[in-house]
């Protein structure tokens, strides 16, 4: 069942493979990028980021410390509050680190820069975000990812980390969520 489309998905954006060339090439970009880095933090923001971040990491050659935070900014099953909470934050101190976020999906912005503006007071050396999917046209802020893998318009995502409901996250592709859900 995990290579056909899911009863819950409308169709598929993108394929297995379609996702790890594209995070192999995200990858490239970023080792050359922080190829002189010798203090690289990679914060992977949870739960969503596991499935990029994996497969990220695997493609990545320079050194790196990695480490998590858990956001919210969720209510219910697919809508935003526009509020960010800070469930879990970081352990490693980042001060004159080169700090990377990795997160699954920008869509309003409004998380990101919570996050970003939170970490720019702990005066990291420098402070980039790649994103697996990015949603402009969905922004209610002024923020834009340093790396993107692909450009979605405003649907709602399921598989390869992102979910419904907590479910649909083990998908080896991202689908469109159906609408009547």
């Known amino acids: 069942m995990k290579n056909e489309c899911h009863p819950l998905v409308e169709k598929i954006l993108f394929n297995h493979k379609q996702l790890q060339e594209k995070i192999a090439e995200l990858a490239i970009k970023i080792n050359k990028d922080y190829e002189k880095s010798n203090s690289l933090v990679i914060v992977?923001?949870?739960?969503?980021?596991?499935?990029?971040?994996?497969?990220?990491?695997?493609?990545?050659?320079?050194?790196?410390i990695l480490d998590f935070m858990v956001l919210s900014s969720?209510?219910?099953?697919?809508?935003?509050?526009?509020?960010?909470?800070?469930v879990l934050d970081l352990v490693t101190d980042i001060y004159k680190?080169?700090?990377?976020?990795?997160?699954?999906i920008v869509d309003t912005g409004q998380t990101l820069t919570k996050v970003k503006n939170l970490l720019l007071t702990r005066n990291p050396n420098?402070?980039?975000?790649?994103?697996?999917?990015?949603?402009?046209?969905?922004?209610?802020?002024?923020?834009?990812?340093?790396?993107?893998g692909f450009e979605i318009k405003n649907e709602f995502v399921v598989g390869?980390?992102?979910d419904y409901d907590e479910k649909l996250r083990n998908?080896?592709?991202?689908?469109?969520?159906?609408?009547?859900?």
């Not at 969720?74 to 800070?86: D, E, H, L, N, P």
């Open 44 to 64: 992977g923001i949870l739960k969503g980021c596991i499935p990029f971040l994996a497969e990220f990491i695997k493609n990545l050659d320079v050194d790196h």
């Open 74 to 86: 969720y209510q219910g099953k697919t809508t935003q509050t526009g509020s960010v909470k800070i």
């Open 97 to 104: 680190k080169d700090v990377l976020i990795v997160e699954d």
């Open 126 to 148: 420098s402070l980039k975000v790649v994103t697996l999917l990015d949603k402009p046209s969905n922004r209610k802020v002024k923020f834009k990812p340093d790396y993107v």
């Open 160 to 162: 390869f980390g992102f």
């Open 171 to 181: 998908l080896p592709y991202i689908g469109i969520l159906k609408k009547e859900n």
